[in-house]
């Protein structure tokens, strides 16, 4: 039997998209700091890599994307793929601001395009329903005529 408010989205289910959303761009954001400080780091020098995690930017970037996995996965258990993974590229916007305002990255026209296009489509997503309802299961008596 399927639940009828089980892909119903709450107060709470919004927060846990919005903590994906901030904690994913804000922990790239930091990451993108700490690594311009840091400087190169070839892949052949793990030790240089490893070092790097010291950083308090790429500290903070690292909890932050431990957060980000956490509300991750407990929004995939509630919903679809289908509907967090657009929900939460929200993001994509969050990293073009902080990038502009924040790092002072040049962003293109054809850049705040794509983050146009990207909203609009999350808007075209988060209408529908978060979760797909299946049939529930046949009755376990129906199943036993058909298999010998």
Known sequence: MTNPHQSTMTLRRYLVLAMVTLT???GDTFLSVGA???GAIPL???GQLFAAVFNPWIGGGIILLIGFFASYLTALSWADLTYVLPASSLGYVVVALLSKFWLHEQLSLYRWLGI????????FVTRGPALTE???AEPLQSQEGVCP
């Not at 146009?116 to 808007?123: P, R, S």
Request: aromatic share 4%; net charge neutral; no cysteine.
């Open 36 to 38: 311009k400080q840091v």
């Open 24 to 26: 994913g761009s804000v």
């Open 116 to 123: 146009l296009f990207i909203t609009a489509g999350v808007g």
């Open 134 to 136: 299946h049939a529930a």
């Open 44 to 46: 052949d020098h793990l």
